[in-house]
């Protein structure tokens, strides 16, 4: 007689548990890198089609225009949470490096361009938010680079597991300052209204120099058709006369 091999049933709640590490897995891998370490709360650049290919924000902008990127905000714990996002100038290290700012300090360089448009963000639990900002350059900026740092801060929330802690994360923000809106090299722009009124002076300037130069030539010329004038009545007098 052959024996067969007895089916073990299998539970449903194996199922869940394998379906629940599956999907553990790819939030960890789908994460942040500071969501890895254990961290209460990670920050990235927001996906899109800008160049955050240094781990922060690199923007090309003409001065006297602006450019929009956004960061994107993850709560890992169980609470809300709240954040203060802020813009922090650059300054120098003792090893030639540079460091963001204290929070206090008076904003003089680049930061002063950059505009969030959520200065607090509440952030659900074990969820993410994306806060957009603006970066406007002054139109009497120096080309060249410079930088300026994006921080997100966390506040104190209510409840357990929540964000005690008020270490803040920094992006960097570097703005290359190209040119001036409108220029030559870049788009064509219609002429502004102090250009338009730049050149009908120049047009009347002009016209009172041609006028100034050939004053003793169109003397002569009015001279000499007054006498053309007076030759011909004296002619056709003398033929009546004749």
Do not use: C
């Not at 960061?71 to 030639?96: E, R, W």
């Not at 460091?99 to 008076?106: D, Y």
């Not at 680049?110 to 952030?123: K, M, S």
């Not at 597991?161 to 960097?172: D, F």
């Amino acid at each position: 007689m052959i024996e067969r091999p007895v089916r073990r049933p299998v539970h449903r709640s194996s199922y869940r548990r394998a379906l629940a590490s599956v999907a553990v897995a790819l939030l960890t891998f789908s994460a942040p890198a500071a969501a890895q370490a254990g961290v209460p709360y990670a920050v990235r650049p927001a996906p899109g089609a800008g160049d955050h290919s240094s781990g922060g924000f690199n923007v090309s902008v003409r001065a006297g225009s602006a450019a929009s990127d956004a960061v994107q905000i993850f709560n890992l714990t169980d609470d809300p949470a709240s954040f203060d996002v802020y813009a922090a100038d650059a300054v120098p290290k003792a090893d030639g490096g540079l460091v963001p700012a204290a929070r206090e300090a008076q904003v003089t360089g680049p930061a002063a361009w950059i505009t969030v448009d959520q200065a607090t963000v509440e952030v659900p639990p074990k969820s993410s938010v994306i806060v957009s900002f603006i970066i406007g350059v002054p139109l009497s900026t120096p080309f060249g680079a410079h930088t300026a740092a994006l921080l997100v801060e966390p506040q104190h929330a209510s409840g357990s597991g929540a964000i005690t802690s008020k270490t803040r994360v920094a992006l960097w923000v570097r703005v290359k300052v190209t040119g001036v809106e409108g220029e030559v090299l870049g788009d064509m722009q219609p002429p502004s209204g102090l250009l338009w009124l730049l050149l009908i002076l120049m047009g009347l300037a002009f016209l009172a120099w041609l006028t100034y130069v050939t004053r003793d030539r169109r003397r002569r010329w009015v001279q000499e058709r007054r006498e053309e004038r007076v030759l011909l009545r004296d002619f056709r007098n003398r033929r009546r006369h004749d």
